[in-house]
């Protein structure tokens, strides 16, 4: 799908610079890692499970022999891990590049997290956030610095009920993972205001999202879409609109290499419903961009997560 409009071959070398990418263990964050590699970047995988990351960095060295990659333990659902990670990239890397916001998870019940946040919403978005936070000064040191946000369409059916931040009224596996792509973009349009705000050239916030990739969250996504990914026979329907994961990685590619990227876009497929096709600029649901709730939202993940930004 890339040979007809932007792909890897458009991006530009990336070599002695890092670029941390979250759930890079499978699937999308998988082929984002491999895309990294090959341009030269010394790609950081912050992943949960090490032993998956470790097969996972194993089958990017054969396709890339000479890569740079390295895992280090990352579980989004635990702020005590993701201190420990950003710690150990601290220590291994004075700048960081790039960091993709890549992992996602979509619970099929209620869940809480071990700091008892609803479980996609604590994942996807507070630990999102909180990484970020905690990165923010080796971000802050590169020359020309991004943090790539990676969304879905789902966001666009998602709202934020302050008052029932765990879901404990009105939980569905839909309307979870809805609100957390939806906080996620929120928070994306918020962090490039407070960085152009605060007169901050670089990092800049940008976002991407896959449309209809074959992946684990789609995979999960309901009885119908379990069907059509795992039927044999319907291979062919699912590649007239489906993409596979070295595809559906490159708006996040794009959004985090290309030269002519701006702060606060948003890049997804170019096709129909923007459910496949090379990556282009697109446009998020226009209530992502409500300044009073990019405010409330950051300052109630600062209050959860205890991580404040050095702006």
């Known amino acids: 799908m890339a040979r007809s409009g932007w792909g890897p071959a458009q991006a530009p070398r990336l070599d002695g610079r890092v670029a941390v990418v979250t759930g890079a263990n499978s699937g999308i964050g998988l082929e984002t890692a491999r895309h990294l590699a090959r341009l030269g970047a010394r790609v950081v995988m912050a992943c949960r499970n090490v032993d ?14 000479d890569a740079n990659v390295h895992v280090v333990q990352t579980d989004l659902s635990e ?26 998870v979509m619970a099929g019940r209620r869940e809480l997290t071990a700091d008892g946040f609803e479980m996609d919403f604590g994942t996807n978005f507070l630990g999102h956030f909180a990484l970020t936070g905690l990165l923010f000064e080796r971000l802050l040191a590169a020359d020309a610095g991004r943090v790539v946000t990676v969304g879905s369409n789902a966001h666009r059916g998602g709202t934020v009920d302050f008052d029932d931040l765990t879901l404990a009224r009105n939980f569905s596996t839909s309307r979870a993972y809805q609100r957390a792509k939806f906080a996620q973009l929120v928070f994306a349009v918020q ?15 940008v976002a991407a999202h896959p449309g209809a990739t ?65 990556p282009v600029l697109v446009r998020p649901s226009p209530r992502v961009q409500d300044p009073a709730l990019g405010r409330r939202l950051w300052e109630v993940a600062e209050a959860l997560t205890g991580v404040r930004y050095p702006f």
């Not at 998956?52 to 022999?65: I, Q």
């Not at 959004?255 to 419903?273: H, I, K, L, N, R």
Request: net charge neutral; no cysteine; proline share 7%.
């Open 52 to 65: 998956s990351a470790d097969a996972a960095r194993s089958d990017v060295l054969a396709t890339v022999p």
């Open 79 to 104: 702020l005590g891990s993701i201190r420990k990670a950003a710690h150990q990239i601290e220590l291994d890397h004075p700048v960081v590049d790039v960091l993709i916001n890549n992992a996602g």
């Open 191 to 205: 962090l490039q205001r407070r960085l152009t705000a605060t007169g901050h050239t670089t990092p800049i916030s």
């Open 214 to 278: 074959h992946s684990g969250v789609m995979r999960d996504s309901g009885r119908v879409l379990s069907w059509l990914f795992t039927t044999p026979s319907l291979h062919r329907v699912r590649s007239t609109f489906i993409m596979e994961a070295p595809d559906g990685a490159l708006p996040s590619l794009r959004a985090a290499t290309d030269s002519e990227v701006t702060g606060g876009q948003y890049f997804g497929p170019s096709g129909v419903m923007e459910f496949s096709g090379p």
